[in-house]
């Protein structure tokens, strides 16, 4: 259980389902009212490791992703999701990536009490490769050394986009950013039932996170306006 004083809250779910432009949205929200934004994306375009939070301390909500985009995170996005890779050669790169990230930024800034909004952590782990070919079981993925550091440190809400799988279909034809593996839809109805499963919240809510199960399958502003309204009641 985590000690800390700072607001971790992590957005999760299917390849497609919304995450990005919900945290977009949010970012566009927290610049509005004057907040200093760290923005791990911006961040990567200049520089080709991942940053350290004394580096960075000056900010008030810090935007983060997994995998990252560089070291371990780019052979993940690069090779690893686009080639035949075990699903126990996904668990320890991400779990390795994790755990550099958490060390560097994630963990220094919750104990000074910062906000981090990140697309996808260990909870992606947790639903994704199991099920994979050559996967871990799950008793063996959260005892890799990245995850427990990650479940020692849970976020304090996790954001789970929901939407039907065959939905994703046009989404994917229209977005030239192919998700490699993670366009097969049998594959994504699977995922989708695990993020809404009883043991996958139950497992979190024992590690002191509240799991909220959010709709993207709504008209685009309203669905910006309802993330806005859940996190500013999260965060008051």
Same mark, same amino acid.
């Given at each position: 259980?985590?000690?800390?004083?700072?607001?971790?809250?992590?957005?999760?779910?299917?390849?497609?389902?919304?995450?990005?432009?919900?945290?977009?949205?949010?970012?566009?929200?927290?610049?509005?009212?004057?907040?200093?934004?760290?923005?791990?994306?911006?961040?990567?375009?200049?520089?080709?490791?991942?940053?350290?939070?004394?580096?960075?301390?000056?900010? +008030?909500?810090?935007?983060?992703? #997994?995998?990252?985009? =560089?070291?371990?995170?780019?052979?993940? &996005? @690069? *090779?690893?999701?686009?080639?035949?890779?075990?699903?126990?050669?996904?668990?320890?790169?991400?779990?390795?990536?994790?755990?550099?990230?958490?060390?560097?930024?994630?963990?220094?800034?919750?104990?000074?009490?910062?906000?981090?909004?990140?697309?996808?952590?260990?909870?992606?782990?947790?639903?994704?490769?199991?099920?994979?070919?050559?996967?871990?079981?799950?008793?063996?993925?959260?005892?890799?050394?990245?995850?427990?550091?990650?479940?020692?440190?849970?976020?304090?809400?996790?954001?789970?986009?929901?939407?039907?799988?065959?939905?994703?279909?046009?989404?994917?034809?229209?977005?030239? +950013?192919?998700?490699?593996?993670? #366009?097969?839809?049998? =594959?994504?109805?699977?995922?989708?039932? &695990? @993020? *809404?499963?009883?043991?996958?919240?139950?497992?979190?809510?024992?590690?002191?996170?509240?799991?909220?199960?959010?709709?993207?399958?709504?008209?685009?502003?309203?669905?910006?306006?309802?993330?806005?309204?859940?996190?500013?009641?999260?965060?008051?």
């Amino acid at each position: 259980m985590r000690h800390d004083t700072g607001q971790f809250i992590v957005f999760d779910g299917i390849a497609g389902s919304g995450k990005s432009t919900l945290i977009k949205a949010l970012k566009e929200h927290f610049a509005k009212q004057g907040k200093r934004i760290f923005d791990l994306s911006e961040w990567t375009k200049d520089h080709h490791e991942p940053p350290r939070f004394e580096d960075i301390a000056n900010f +008030d909500i810090y935007f983060t992703f #997994e995998p990252t985009k =560089y070291w371990v995170g780019s052979a993940i &996005r @690069f *090779e690893l999701s686009h080639e035949n890779y075990s699903g126990l050669v996904h668990a320890h790169a991400f779990s390795l990536d994790r755990q550099i990230q958490y060390n560097r930024l994630i963990i220094p800034a919750l104990v000074a009490g910062k906000t981090i909004i990140q697309d996808r952590s260990v909870s992606s782990s947790i639903v994704y490769q199991p099920i994979m070919e050559g996967g871990p079981k799950l008793e063996e993925l959260i005892k890799l050394p990245g995850n427990t550091l990650a479940l020692e440190f849970a976020p304090n809400h996790i954001i789970v986009t929901n939407i039907d799988a065959h939905k994703l279909v046009d989404r994917f034809k229209r977005d030239d +950013d192919s998700k490699g593996l993670y #366009e097969n839809i049998e =594959y994504l109805q699977q995922v989708n039932k &695990r @993020f *809404e499963s009883n043991w996958f919240s139950e497992l979190f809510t024992n590690n002191g996170t509240c799991v909220h199960h959010f709709s993207t399958d709504l008209e685009i502003e309203n669905m910006k306006q309802n993330i806005i309204n859940l996190i500013t009641s999260i965060l008051k």
